[in-house]
């Protein structure tokens, strides 16, 4: 037996024991990790830091040290998403529907785990905790495998995972970490059926595609963001600069950060050239159509590009912007349509008729009116936390949080009964 099946073995059979343990003593668990994240916070950032020294040997550029990066404000918000899904209700048992039979069967449909969550995913180390703790709040075990540049801080958050199980006397099994790092140990996972009953991947395209491509098990990915902004004729600049500000720099590494923004063409001509200046400020590098360079009176400049068709359709992950000029509301939507990656998308209008053609017709899994990308998040939408954030629609969509880790079966009652 190798030591992958090994590892995905006793997983499997930990997840028998903790899909039936009382909410209680998960809540415990989830208690537990949340005061050794901050009791163990000074190794946790000796071991993160080995990690970002190897990972810069290696040129690794910035957004990926970004990601890879932990501090002690992100450790103490990982303590704390913690906590909130530790206090969320947990929806393991909950009767989904309830009707007697004709027959007099009373028949139940209620909510159980999955079983075993696996999950590829590239360096964020704080995903190590979301997975662990929305796993074991759902009565799922886990099996982790993060990238090799995350190594020995995924090693110190499972042991801090696997502390918190024994210590309530749950098996440490219920988390796996598959510690080798090697590209060719994710295709044995993906033939690891056997023992895992969902894997969600979370990186780039590549791996999202090989993962559909390869797996033997159910796919939920979660990951690629290709997000815009449809900036209506009637929009607010007050509101237009702040948001869009936002969606791109807060955190430009991340999947719901904003990448390209569409612009009505009789949108207020001043907003846009003061939105460009702003984004130049903020270090965004802003590549435009031909018509807005003509708007803005375009002079060579590092940070003022003339777009490219590459540039439509591009996840960015960095501080770099693509905006385009839209003849109407249609035109946008069918350019969201043909380089839209289904994640997040977002009209800044005061017109609630195209407030509503916009959500009505846009397909993606979040869509909002005069909000940030930025806020589809599992911990924004007040679940903690997220395994990822579906682009899909079969099974779950956005999010993912408890109930999504769950399925149902159905319990039927009789007293007696057989079928004529």
Not at 176 to 188: K, M, P
Not at 207 to 233: K, Q, R
Not at 385 to 391: C, K, L
Request: hydrophobic fraction near 40%; proline fraction near 3%; charged fraction near 25%.
């Amino acid at each position: 037996m190798s030591n992958l099946i090994k590892i995905a073995s006793e997983t499997k059979k930990s997840s028998t024991v903790l899909s039936v343990s009382s909410t209680e003593l998960r809540n415990e668990v989830l208690k537990k990790v949340a005061h050794l994240l901050i009791k163990k916070t000074d190794q946790i950032i000796n071991a993160n830091n080995i990690d970002c020294q190897e990972a810069k040997q290696l040129g690794l550029n910035d957004q990926m040290l970004d990601r890879l990066m932990l501090n002690k404000d992100r450790i103490q918000t990982m303590a704390n998403d913690v906590l909130t899904i530790k206090d969320l209700k947990d929806p393991v048992g909950e009767i989904i529907e309830q009707k007697t039979l004709y027959n007099g069967i009373d028949l139940k449909k209620i909510r159980v785990p999955l079983g075993v969550l696996a999950s590829i995913y590239e360096s964020r180390p704080n995903v190590t905790i979301d997975i662990g703790c929305l796993a074991i709040k759902s009565g799922n075990a886990a099996l982790l495998r993060g990238g090799k540049e995350s190594i020995n801080s995924n090693k110190i958050l499972v042991d801090i995972l696997k502390e918190s199980l024994t210590s309530t006397g749950l098996p440490e099994t219920c988390v796996g970490l598959i510690t080798n790092t090697d590209r060719s140990v994710v295709n044995e996972i993906l033939q690891l059926n056997e023992y895992i009953d969902l894997l969600v991947p979370r990186g780039g395209s590549q791996l999202i595609n090989y993962v559909y491509e390869n797996a033997t098990m159910p796919v939920v990915a979660g990951g690629v963001g290709v997000c815009h902004a449809f900036v209506d004729e009637e929009a607010d600049p007050s509101k237009v600069i702040p948001i869009i500000i936002n969606s791109k720099t807060q955190r430009p590494t991340v999947c719901n950060a904003l990448d390209t923004v569409l612009v009505h063409k009789n949108a207020d001509k001043q907003m846009l050239i003061q939105l460009i200046e702003d984004l130049t400020k903020n270090q965004v590098e802003v590549r435009c159509d031909k018509e807005v360079l003509e708007t803005i009176q375009y002079k060579p400049s590092n940070l003022i590009k003339e777009a490219t068709d590459d540039d439509w359709g591009t996840e960015f992950l960095s501080l770099v912007l693509s905006i385009k000029t839209m003849d109407s509301l249609s035109d946008a939507l069918q350019h969201i349509q043909k380089y839209g990656s289904g994640h997040t998308e977002v009209i800044l209008s005061e017109n609630q008729e195209s407030q509503n053609v916009f959500t009505r017709n846009v397909d993606a899994a979040a869509v909002f009116v005069n909000a940030s990308t930025r806020f589809t998040d599992g911990s924004q939408f007040g679940f903690g936390a997220e395994v990822g954030i579906s682009t899909q629609k079969f099974h779950a969509r956005g999010p993912l949080g408890l109930r999504e880790l769950t399925s149902y079966k159905w319990v039927g009652i009789g007293n007696g009964q057989v079928r004529q």
